[in-house]
Each structure stands twice: as C-alpha cells, then as structure tokens.
C-alpha cells in the first residue's frame, strides 16, 4: 500500500535530468523508481490517461510494486527477458516498470503483428514471461504466458511490497526489434548507461518540468514511446496516450481540452495536426510551447506553418536511429525560411553525443560534401540480439570511442548544422516507422515460384506508399506472396501497390532492370486509386480486377 507523504518532509529530488539545477546534484534513480520521487511529491496528481483508464502518480507506482513482486513470484529477476504484446494503453508504463523493478530486461513488441512473426521474434528473445494485454490464446511454447485476465486480478488484488532490484550500467535496460535487411527483425539492445545519459542529454532539449502535459502518439513498440510517456512520467508531468483513429480534427480537439503543452510527432501525423494551417493559432493551442518532429524528414512548409502560427514555440526537428538511444540529434527552428525548398536541418549532436561524417573512410568537414553519418559516444547500443557479426558490420571505434555506422547520407550546411539527405540502403521511414526494404523482398523471394523482386516507395494519390513488383511465370505467385506478407509481416509494412511482371527481362539490353520496372509502375499508380497491376509484354503497366484480370 503507498505510504501517506509525510507535509513537513521536504520534497523528494526529482532525477538529476530535471532542468532544475536543485535537483541535478543527485544520483540517478534505478530504473524500476523511475517514478518514485513523483509518486512521493504528489500521490494524488493525476499521472496519464489513455481515454479510457487514467492513474495518479501513486497508483501507477503503486501498481507497478503490486506487479513486480507478482513478477518477481513468477520467477523474474535480474537480466531476465519480459516481452509484453503492447498496445496503447495507461498500463504500460505499469508494465514496464515492473519488469525494471526486478532488474529484468524490457521488451515491448507489437501486440499486432502476425502470430508467425510474435512466435519467431519470442523464439529468439528466450523471454523469461510474456504479458499481454488482451486474452489471447498463447503464441509461443515453453514460456509462461499472463493475458489481461490474470494480470488485472493481480491488479486489483491487494497492495504487495517488493524492493527495487538495481540494475548494473552495463545491464540491458529494453530491447526494440527494427526492420531488418536479411529478412528478419533487430533486437537493438540498449543498456541502463545509455537510457540514463539519454534522459539528461535530450531532456536539455525537451524541458519536461512537473507543470508539463505531453501529447503521447507513438505505439509502444516504438523507442519514442518512451520518450513521450515515461520520461516525462520520471519528472512529474502529466501524459496523455492518444490511441484513436488519427484524424487532424479529433487530435487539435484533444490538444486543446488536455491543455497540451509538448506535441511530439512524426512527421505523417503533424501534417494531419497541421491540415492546411489555419487551424494553428494560439486560440486553438493555448498551452502549446513545444513542438517537435522527426523519425522521418518533414515538409518546410509544415514546420513552417507552426513557427508562424505559434512563434514564441518552439519547434524542434530532431534525428535519432533506435541505435542510438531514440534521439541524438536536435535542431531548432529559430526562424522561418519561407523560401526552403529542401528539408530543415537535423542539427547538432546532443550533449555527450559524437556525429561525424565519413566519405571513403576520411572525415567530412566542408559544407555540402555528402557522406555517411555516423553516431558516436554514450548512447551508442549494446549491440543487436544474438547477431554480433551484424553489430560488428554497424559499429565501429575511432580514437576510443563506439561509433554507430547509420547508413544515412548527410552533410554539413553553412552553419555547421547537419542536414539529412537519404540513405545508403534500400531502408525507408513510414510515418515515424523504420522499414528495411530488403525485408519484404527476402519475404516475397522465399515463396515458391517467384524469380525476381523489386520494392520500393512510390509517391500515389499525394502520399508514399510501400509498392511491390513479383517477377514470375505464373501469376498465381502474387497470390502466395501477398499471402506470406500478411502471415509474417506487421501491416505497416505491407505493400499498398503489387504488380505482377511475367517477364524478368524488360530493359533494351534484356538484362532485368528493377528500376525501370518500379519507374514504370510508378508512373502508373502516381494517379491511380486502384492497388493490383500487372505488367505486359509490352512493358505497359494496366490496372487489374480482383480476379487477377486486365
């Protein structure tokens, strides 16, 4: 049961990532009383809501104790794996703190995904337990399974003690599984140093005080989640889980009512917030003094929209692989550039981060000189999950120092400032989510019959849509594939376009040339409301019906 705050104690000190210089003094909570100083100071503030469950600050520490002693029961403890199936939900961060509680390993994984891919990526994990937060039946054998049911009667039974296990700096703190290119997800491991050195390096940039009220989009299955709920949550300030239908109008209305003051979201979804811009006023966002994007580049014009509308906020453009520890890059907008034709820069590396860039191996120091960016310092990962050739391929050491080879291509403005310019690879960013290419086409080639394939992000009806090519003799085969797509692969990484090409040589010199395949199709579907095409002889591209026909 939560203790009752003693009025004539002094407060408790929040954690020394609070911009208030009277709490950096301090050393750093463990994990698991991430929200122990909020819950001490004000118990009865309400902590988050997610429409339907909201809790205050005592009962999501109190909750979160309750578990991790269930936990702890279940046999949990230190380094050990606790995968939850997430969903956006106010029990969460309940969830994740109990599993840090016991000095256990985070492991949010989306709670949508095909059975196939949840059963492969727990396979691998060797999860000490599984939460879920629906009544599923189990997915994966030999491992203890908790669905909605038996975790809400632990809930709601009663108040259980269970000390904090502290975790080592060098302890895994969460693992979050990214696209990958040979055809299977990451586990980007990072460890308790580099949460830690993250929580004080961007909390610089966010300025989260106990007076803050945060706008939370990102799933939980994503690294941003835990830079727009739980730390925010470890400083006192109230969140909000928006977990509905994305819609401009139903969002600007949440905004306003929940008295919004940081709006973190990618770029997809502030272009909904934005919607034209007359809406983005200071009447429509009273409490509004931040804005920040990123995840994937955003339109000038959309940033713009808001440093004119709101221009005492402020607008931020950050960058930040799941590699390095959510976000090690940040740009402020200081002025609007009205005549910006590219996109804004992504800045300056955090405090305690190191960028450099690199052509053929030297370091880039000019202004326009494009090269690979890569991140160095404390918030570099541990490595990916039981692939150390592929962390061996991705990080390297300059000088002391573990850089993350990003397969970005950037260069340096003017001003010193970086500035995104692609990629090296065939991996994309959609709505916020990192999607290696190289995954759908290992995906679709191991289906019977198929010879070749191409995938790539096509621009249809104003917006990019993942689009697919199925090089083989029989059309039968899209079938298949389309089949094991949706067997293993999340739907946002589902093609919205397929074609079918029943010949793999189509360029002038009869070699197969999946550029002009996807060029062609490209121009095909830029206006085309309909999803299935199918090449011909000719090399024209022409809708087809359900049935498969011309």
Not at 2 to 18: G, H, M, V, Y
Not at 251 to 269: F, G, P, Y
């Amino acid at each position: 049961m939560t203790k009752t705050p003693d009025p004539k104690a002094p407060p408790a000190p929040l954690p020394p990532w609070s911009i208030d210089p009277a709490d950096q003094a301090g050393p750093a909570p463990a994990l698991g009383d991430l929200v122990g100083a909020a819950a001490a100071n004000w118990p009865d503030r309400a902590a988050l809501h997610d429409g339907r469950l909201g809790l205050t600050f005592a009962e999501l520490e109190e909750r979160a104790t309750t578990l991790a002693a269930w936990l702890a029961g279940q046999g949990v403890g230190p380094d050990d794996r606790v995968a939850i199936l997430a969903e956006k939900s106010a029990l969460m961060p309940v969830l994740a703190i109990a599993a840090w509680k016991c000095g256990a390993v985070y492991v949010p994984l989306d709670g949508t995904a095909p059975e196939p891919r949840l059963r492969g990526l727990l396979e691998r994990l060797d999860a000490r337990i599984v939460l879920a937060l629906d009544d599923r039946a189990p997915v994966a054998d030999g491992v203890r399974w908790a669905g909605r049911a038996e975790l809400d009667a632990v809930l709601a039974g009663p108040a259980r003690e269970w000390p904090t296990v502290s975790h080592r700096p060098d302890s895994t703190a969460y693992i979050i599984f990214t696209s990958g290119s040979t055809g299977e997800p990451k586990g980007v491991e990072i460890t308790v140093a580099s949460l830690v050195a993250y929580f004080g390096n961007h909390n610089e940039v966010l300025r989260f005080t106990p007076a803050s009220r945060v706008f939370s989009l990102s799933p939980f299955h994503f690294d941003v989640s835990i830079e727009d709920t739980l730390l925010p949550l470890s400083l006192g300030a109230y969140v909000h889980q928006f977990g509905g239908m994305h819609a401009g109008a139903v969002m600007r209305a949440l905004i306003t009512r929940e008295r919004i003051t940081h709006l973190i979201a990618v770029s997809t979804l502030l272009t909904m917030i934005t919607e034209g811009g007359r809406h983005v006023t200071r009447e429509n966002f009273p409490c509004l003094e931040m804005v920040m994007t990123g995840a994937e580049v955003c339109d000038p014009g959309v940033i713009n929209v808001w440093k004119e509308g709101l221009p005492e906020v402020r607008v931020i453009n950050v960058y930040g692989p799941t590699e390095t520890t959510i976000v090690c890059v940040a740009h402020e907008i200081v002025r609007v550039d009205p005549d910006r034709v590219g996109s804004y820069p992504i800045g300056r590396p955090l405090r305690g981060v190191e960028a450099r860039i690199v052509d053929d191996g030297s370091p880039v120091h000019e202004p326009g000189r494009v090269g690979e960016l890569w991140i160095g310092g404390e918030q570099v990962m541990r490595g990916y999950l039981g692939r150390p050739e592929e962390t061996a391929r991705r990080v390297v050491e300059v000088d002391g120092v573990r850089y993350y080879r990003t397969g970005d291509l950037c260069a340096y403005d003017e001003n010193g400032d970086i500035v995104f310019r692609g990629r090296n690879d065939d991996e994309v960013k959609l709505a916020g989510r990192r999607i290696h290419l190289g995954e759908i086409r290992q995906t679709v080639l191991s289906c019977p019959g198929v010879e070749r394939a191409a995938v790539a992000l096509v621009p249809r009806l104003g917006h990019d849509v993942i689009a697919l090519v199925v090089m083989a003799p029989d059309r039968a085969a899209v079938a298949t594939a389309e089949k094991r797509l949706a067997e293993l692969l999340p739907a946002y990484m589902m093609p919205s376009v397929i074609a079918w090409s029943p010949e793999l040589s189509v360029s002038s010199t009869g070699k197969t040339d999946e550029k002009l395949l996807m060029g062609r199709l490209a121009e095909a579907v830029r206006e085309e409301s309909a999803t299935r095409f199918a090449f011909t002889p000719a090399g024209d591209v022409r809708p087809v019906d359900g049935g498969g026909h011309a």
